[in-house]
């Protein structure tokens, strides 16, 4: 059997001990010369019970005054415990120990009331965007239970936060948005609506446990506008090369059908029937080269990736070119996943547009270079860049703006078709007027 647990002495008790022992040798020495000296029985008596109930009256002072202000500090620290920040002691006075301790336990106080104050305020805010924002905000703990919930999630379950708090995911048809890739596109019927949503999946904890917060837009209303403005650019470009080409089509069809209709005719009305044809021939034509570059741009396929280096790549695209007028920087060695037949088309396409911007010569004794590129290794991804000593971008605003063009035979989709591949592979394309001197710069980024 093991030994019984002493019982520990409670602090109060301890302080009264000592208090007691304190005194002790002064009690007894009091009560020894009483003793020793010629003094009556009643007086001894009186005298010794007078200082014996003085050591314990002031051995219980000296308890009172160490465990009364222990207490109310205690008391003070479970109202603040209990969330009661209102409770202040009295008697802090800051030039004695035990005052500092009481104005220190004050001013504890106000600090958590005012920070209990700012946290009820933005528990407050918080809660209002969540019920105004259009989103429908779901959040899970680890057993997949739903524990907070918006007004747009109650809209979206067709029912009411009180009915569903509580409940599975699996129960509520959100099982699926716990798994699988934590961003994507849902294309699915809820009980407050059906169409295309936007899903996107976080992970938060919360009195150290793991939780999900499920946040759930619908796409359909700004898929419409989107899909309604582009289909207005699409209807206002077609329109405006139509009227270009069906314009002197007209005109020009007017006018021969007048020449035949007129008696007697003019005596080079066949010259004049010639040119005309010719000229709706040429017009015709340039609609239907019009009409094959928007069917091109519209089938672009995907891009078939595979392992490629970019140095090889590079090299065998600038020797395509002839002239010396192009140089190529080396860059570090490095492997990308890319559609080489694709990218071929757009570094062409830089190149070829680069040189045509580049001065037609240099002068005698100048260098003749005046296209340079290259490639660089930025932090996960790789930079392909084409640099020209050409006049700059005029209108950068239009660069990528379909059938756009300055160029007298231009197609206006070269640099749409780029940036598409360039985006199809995960990266950008972007066109700059350098700044350390004239020309351009067209940045070509692919994730590594």
């Known amino acids: 059997m093991p030994p019984p647990k002493q019982r520990r002495t409670a602090h109060e008790q301890?302080?009264?001990y000592y208090a007691l022992l304190g005194g002790l040798p002064a009690v007894v020495s009091t009560l020894w010369l009483l003793g020793v000296h010629t003094y009556e029985p009643k007086e001894q008596w009186t005298l010794g019970l007078v200082v014996v109930l003085c050591w314990l009256g002031f051995a219980f002072a000296v308890r009172e005054h160490v465990v009364r202000p222990l207490q109310t500090m205690a008391n003070l620290l479970t109202a603040l415990r209990e969330g009661?920040?209102?409770?202040?002691?009295?008697?802090?006075?800051?030039?004695?120990?035990?005052?500092?301790?009481?104005?220190?336990?004050?001013?504890?106080?106000?600090?958590?009331?005012?920070?209990?104050?700012?946290?009820?305020e933005a528990t407050a805010l918080l809660r209002t965007v969540m019920e105004e924002i259009d989103v429908a905000i779901f959040a899970f703990d680890a057993d997949a239970t739903l524990r907070l919930v918006n007004r747009a999630g109650q809209e979206l379950i067709a029912q009411p936060a009180e009915r569903i708090l509580g409940r599975q995911a699996a129960d509520l048809g959100?099982?699926?948005?716990?798994?699988?890739?934590?961003?994507?596109?849902?294309?699915?019927?809820?009980?407050?609506?059906?169409?295309?949503?936007g899903m996107r999946?976080?992970?938060?904890?919360?009195?150290?446990?793991?939780?999900?917060?499920?946040?759930?837009?619908?796409?359909?209303?700004?898929?419409?506008?989107?899909?309604?403005?582009?289909?207005?650019?699409?209807?206002?470009?077609?329109?405006?090369?139509?009227?270009?080409?069906?314009?002197?089509?007209?005109?020009?069809?007017?006018?021969?059908?007048?020449?035949?209709?007129?008696?007697?005719?003019?005596a080079d009305w066949e010259q004049d029937m010639l040119g005309g044809l010719e000229i709706i021939e040429s017009r015709s034509e340039g609609l239907n080269k019009f009409m094959q570059s928007y069917a091109r741009l519209a089938k672009l396929p995907a891009p078939h990736k595979q392992p490629c280096e970019l140095g090889p790549l590079l090299r065998r695209i600038v020797n395509l070119e002839n002239r010396e007028s192009v140089q190529l920087t080396e860059g570090p060695a490095v492997t990308v996943a890319?559609?080489?037949?694709?990218?071929?088309?757009?570094?062409?396409?830089?190149?070829?547009?680069?040189?045509?911007?580049a001065p037609d010569s240099a002068q005698p004794g100048e260098p003749t270079c005046c296209v340079r590129v290259g490639w660089r290794h930025l932090p996960g991804q790789v930079e392909i860049y084409v640099e020209d000593d050409g006049p700059g971008i005029a209108n950068p605003q239009n660069l990528f703006v379909p059938f756009f063009t300055t160029k007298p035979s231009g197609s206006g989709i070269g640099l749409v078709l780029c940036r598409q591949i360039a985006e199809n592979h995960g990266g950008t394309l972007t066109l700059e007027n350098r700044g350390d001197a004239t020309g351009c710069m067209a940045r070509l980024r692919l994730p590594t």
């Open 14 to 16: 301890r302080v009264f």
């Open 84 to 120: 009661d920040f209102s409770t202040r002691a009295r008697g802090a006075n800051r030039d004695e120990p035990l005052g500092d301790v009481l104005a220190e336990i004050n001013l504890l106080g106000g600090v958590l009331q005012e920070q209990r104050l700012g946290a009820l």
């Open 174 to 197: 959100l099982a699926d948005c716990l798994a699988g890739e934590g961003t994507r596109v849902l294309s699915r019927t809820f009980a407050g609506g059906a169409g295309r949503w």
């Open 201 to 266: 999946r976080t992970s938060f904890r919360e009195g150290g446990l793991p939780h999900s917060l499920v946040v759930i837009a619908d796409l359909s209303q700004p898929l419409r506008e989107e899909e309604l403005r582009a289909w207005q650019r699409l209807v206002r470009v077609i329109g405006h090369e139509l009227n270009n080409s069906l314009a002197p089509i007209k005109s020009i069809a007017g006018s021969l059908t007048t020449m035949l209709r007129r008696t007697p005719r003019a």
């Open 338 to 357: 890319l559609d080489a037949a694709q990218v071929e088309q757009v570094l062409i396409n830089l190149i070829k547009n680069a040189i045509e911007a």
